[in-house]
């Protein structure tokens, strides 16, 4: 059996855990909440994408085919910035949810996480009912590509690199940004930080809109390979949670290093031994919480205050 | 002689006795408390999954009984009660579905349980039904060793299994397609099940199996799997692989464009599954027990009233999983009404080797409850994508149909050991 392919495999399945930590690891490090809804907003924008590519536009028949006839790129292209806008209003609507159970034990706000991502499901449903949906893509990204004598999927491979895009363009506005040296800044030290002038309240509320905002991105990304129903987003939750805590919570690279290892060990395990694959990941995270309880690039983590 | 005097006492007692005797025993036929027993609602536990990985299989099955429930509740109920339901949510989890059994069971006092699309759920549920002689009905799940080994008295098994859709798929794919089959294969009962029933019959007709995949539950990312399947190269890929786990590797082939070589046999496919899909994803052959565009008389009308029942549902025709669901719950209570008691014993020998017409069930051949496994022996059809549909909702082309004696699952016979009608308590709600 070569091993090339399934090295290349786990490195874009890497890619792609990065994408759909991100949010996450965002939110953990600034806000001390862990957002089980992280998965319902990953859900989300894949919907209000599916609104903006293919909108059902109940007695408007002539707008709707009129935007129908739109290059399908180009809905694709709007659908990539709208729905990820629509999804940061909603995740910052939660912020002023959980607000009243800041400086309170973490349990409230994981609780209240939890209820919101149950809302968000139910609403999904009644929404867009419970079947399975086909979100549309530009034929430029579908289809099958022969590398190395294996078919690739176009769209895998796209999406490892819009992943790879979004962690680079993520690294780049927390170190090369003022507005990065904030976020960075309110997770080491919040009360700091507000002493210095800073609207705290405005800041927890752009973070979390932010982080929300990539989870709904990477929903957009991964649901061409993963299916689009409404309760797609319980397979993101865990592997999220899983990822921050083997690179260490708080730590970007950490993250971006973790998501690697965890595809790496995904992809070869499916290659030689396909029954251990979902396991493996937990098995690695045992491996490393054993020598390194902090995780890989763990420092004093903020939730052990 | 000496004769005891009958004292204040011993009349009141006396009296006492013989109106509480005649409370229960008089000759009137409806005394209050007659009544307050036999107008009692029948109670029926809906033990289907609204959440996990058959969730919306789970709630097509739902719709299925309730429709049916709803037809006999128009007509005065059964044995003149009416019926009510309760649902709990089994999650598609094994453990949910105990709980939730015994629940139902012992505190709702359901008189019988009805749903499961898992295997691992519909296991789980009728061990705790056995063991309290409330019948059960298996209505959707499809491991033979749910009419097999794992075989009960009280459960009644309403879908095709893996072995009946191999029996119909295999011989024809050999001589269409090549010898080398790969095995994918989920990694639960199930999909143990129909392997190793698939492994047999390709033995049998002359194939080999090149490899065989599992795959867990819960696996979205099928690349290094895909993989595998190219590096081995076979002549056809027999998978059993169900729920989200489907859906998922379905959408992942189609990107690959690998839906047409190799030829890929799909053990079944749950309507609620597909549903909705572009056609690519719906690539090989693949079974069903029933579709909505059979040619057949009722089908028709009995999508009509689906419809008229169900307006607002996404799912605007019926499939296979609410047919089985609807078809299941009818004859259930039809067995109740023509053996006069809701007595586990009185209606399981009734239901044993029941004769079911093909008009009636809306298929090709009469169908019958097989008295040894408990499983309804019926006819399977093979299906494909039907490219060029002229309705949108039109998406399988139906390829075979084969009657139920030719597909027969010869090994649950000898592996089913029902335990016998000593052995499983009385039961009456």
């Excluded at chain 1, 045992?286 to 902090?294: G, N, P, S, W």
């Excluded at chain 2, 209050?32 to 919306?56: C, E, H």
């Excluded at chain 2, 049998?204 to 995949?213: F, K, L």
């Excluded at chain 2, 379905?250 to 597909?274: C, F, H, S, T, Y």
Aim: proline share 4%; glycine share 10%.
């Amino acid at each position: 059996m070569t091993l090339l392919p399934h090295i290349l495999n786990g490195l874009t399945l890497g890619l792609l855990f990065a994408l759909i930590a991100l949010g996450f690891m965002l939110i953990v490090s600034v806000m001390e909440v862990i957002n089980l809804a992280h998965g319902s907003l990953f859900a989300l924008g894949a919907y209000f994408a599916l609104w903006v590519i293919a909108p059902e536009l109940a007695g408007f028949a002539e707008v709707a085919e009129a935007y129908a006839g739109l290059p399908i790129a180009l809905r694709y292209g709007l659908a990539l910035v709208i729905a990820p806008l629509g999804v940061a209003a909603v995740g910052m609507g939660l912020e002023v949810c959980l607000r009243r159970t800041y400086g309170k034990a973490p349990l409230y706000g994981l609780l209240l996480t939890f209820g919101a991502a149950l809302v968000l499901e139910e609403l999904i449903r009644t929404v867009w009912g419970p079947t399975e949906q086909h979100l549309p893509l530009p034929d430029a990204i579908n289809g099958a590509t022969l590398f190395v004598g294996i078919i690739y999927s176009k769209y895998k491979l796209y999406a490892a690199g819009f992943a790879l895009v979004a962690v680079f363009c993520v690294w780049l506005f927390l170190e090369k940004t003022p507005y990065g040296a904030i976020v960075k800044a309110g997770a080491h030290d919040s009360e700091m930080v507000r002493a210095l002038g800073i609207d705290l309240g405005r800041f927890r509320m752009l973070v979390f809109g932010l982080g929300a905002a990539l989870a709904g991105l990477a929903g957009i990304v991964m649901v061409p390979i993963w299916g689009l129903r409404p309760h797609v987003g319980i397979d993101v939750v865990i592997p999220a949670f899983l990822i921050i805590v083997l690179g260490g919570v708080g730590s970007f690279w950490g993250a971006v290093v973790a998501s690697i290892l965890v595809g790496l060990a995904v992809g070869l395990t499916g290659a030689y031994a396909t029954e251990w694959s979902l396991i493996s990941m937990y098995l690695l995270l045992i491996l490393v919480l054993t020598f390194r309880a902090r995780g890989l690039f763990g420092r004093k983590s903020i939730l052990e205050n | 002689m000496s004769q005891k005097p009958i004292t204040r006492r011993s009349l009141l007692t006396s009296s006492g006795m013989l109106l509480a005797g005649a409370t229960f025993m008089g000759p009137w036929a409806h005394t209050r408390v007659y009544a307050a027993m036999s107008d009692k609602p029948l109670k029926i536990g809906l033990t289907s999954d609204a959440s996990g990985q058959y969730a919306n299989s789970g709630a097509s099955d739902r719709r299925g009984m309730l429709m049916a429930i709803d037809e006999f509740n128009q007509n005065g109920g059964v044995l003149g009660r009416k019926i009510e339901t309760i649902h709990i949510d089994t999650e598609t989890t094994p453990a949910t579905g105990s709980r939730v059994a015994e629940r139902l069971i012992t505190r709702e006092e359901c008189a019988f349980l009805i749903g499961a699309v898992s295997s691992g759920v519909a296991n789980a549920i009728s061990q705790v039904a056995q063991k309290h002689g409330t019948i059960y009905l298996n209505t959707n799940s499809s491991s033979p060793s749910e009419s097999g080994a794992d075989c009960h008295r009280v459960k009644f098994v309403w879908d095709g299994n893996g072995t009946n859709f191999a029996n119909a798929a295999v011989r024809n794919a050999i001589d269409s397609f090549g010898k080398n089959w790969m095995l994918v294969t989920n990694d639960y009962v199930w999909g143990h099940d129909t392997s190793a029933a698939t492994r047999k019959l390709v033995d049998s007709y002359g194939g080999a199996i090149v490899d065989e995949v599992l795959v867990p539950q819960g696996t979205r990312d099928f690349s290094s799997i895909l993989v595998k399947v190219q590096q081995a190269a076979p002549d056809v890929v027999a998978a059993a692989v169900g729920g989200d786990d489907q859906k998922a590797m379905r959408q992942q082939v189609a990107q690959l464009g690998m839906g047409e070589k190799p030829a890929w046999i799909n053990n079944q496919q749950d309507w609620p599954d597909v549903y909705g899909l572009p056609l690519d994803n719906l690539f090989g052959v693949f079974g069903t027990t029933w579709y909505w565009k059979l040619d057949l008389p009722g089908v028709a009308e009995f999508v009509k009233r689906y419809q008229a029942q169900y307006p607002d549902t996404a799912m605007r025709v019926p499939g296979n999983v609410f047919y089985n669901g609807y078809v299941a719950t009818r004859e259930l209570l039809r067995g109740v009404e023509e053996a006069g008691t809701t007595n586990n014993i009185a209606v399981i020998k009734l239901l044993e080797g029941r004769k079911m017409s093909a008009e009636d069930r809306m298929q090709h051949n009469d169908a019958w409850i097989d008295p040894v496994t408990h499983q309804v022996q019926q006819t399977i059809y093979l299906a494909t994508a039907n490219e060029g549909a002229a309705e949108p909702d039109d998406m399988f082309k139906i390829l075979s149909h084969t009657a139920p004696d030719t597909v027969a699952d010869t090994a649950a016979q000898d592996a089913c050991k029902l335990e016998s009608y000593e052995d499983t308590p009385t039961y009456e709600v």
